[in-house]
T-cell receptor
């Protein structure tokens, strides 16, 4: 069964610190892997999209990595800001059909 | 939120009553989607539309119907709401198919008592 699992479920860090969020997936083959940011009470917003052949993709202080061999992705946030407090969702697009497989997300809280 | 308006933002209803949620876009995108989001679960696709009057089922379509009579409006109807349909519902739009380049609305919190 195609699954996307994220860890940790929640994370609290101090402002200015770095953090890394993990995503493990069983979807194979896949077309692309995405990371979304979801603020409380809002819809998800795309951060990065990586095809199966890409290893890394950056968007400002956000850097996503992908290891297709181990079926793992990570999202690294550098020099965290209070506005980074949100849920971060990993999403995999299977190659065979159009329905995305969404992870449950990691809730990140940045404390001043 | 990329020219997407969902209404209502919050709704409380009773079991067995019909409920319609509306998604309105000003971007003239061809593709529109309805998802539900539940605690501890990823988003799940309910129905989607690839044009006026063209719709198809998603992963969790049972108990839901949709209609799209105009490019800008996509309606989600719960014919007879059940407590298991308590959820946050998100509409998304895209200029491309295959759930690519999704732009989401702010969601509707629906509680079925």
């Amino acid at each position: 069964k195609n699954q996307v699992e994220q860890s940790p479920q929640s994370l609290i860090i101090l402002e200015g610190k770095n953090c890394t969020l993990q995503c493990n997936y069983t979807v194979s083959p896949f077309s692309n892997l995405r990371w979304y940011k979801q603020d409380t009470g809002r819809g998800p917003v795309s951060l990065t999209i990586m095809t199966f052949s890409e290893n890394t993709k950056s968007n400002g202080r956000y850097t996503a990595t992908l290891d297709a061999d181990t079926k793992q992705s990570s999202l690294h946030i550098t020099a965290s800001q209070l506005s980074d407090s949100a849920s971060y969702i990993c999403v995999v697009s299977p190659y065979s059909n159009y329905q995305l497989i969404w992870g449950a997300g990691t809730k990140l809280i940045i404390k001043p | 939120d990329a020219g997407i308006t969902q209404s209502p933002r919050h709704k409380v209803t009773e079991t067995g009553t019909p409920v319609t949620l509306r998604c309105h876009q000003t971007e003239n995108h061809r593709y529109m989607y309805w998802y539900r989001q539940d605690p501890g679960h990823g988003l799940r696709l309910i129905h989607y539309s690839y044009g006026v009057k063209d719709t198809d089922k998603g992963e969790v379509s049972d108990g839901y119907s949709v209609s799209r009579s105009k490019t800008e409006d996509f309606l989600l109807t719960l014919e007879s709401a059940t407590s298991s349909q308590t959820s946050v519902y998100f509409c998304a739009i895209s200029p491309l198919g295959g759930e690519e380049k999704l732009f989401f609305g702010s969601g509707t919190q629906l509680s079925v008592l």
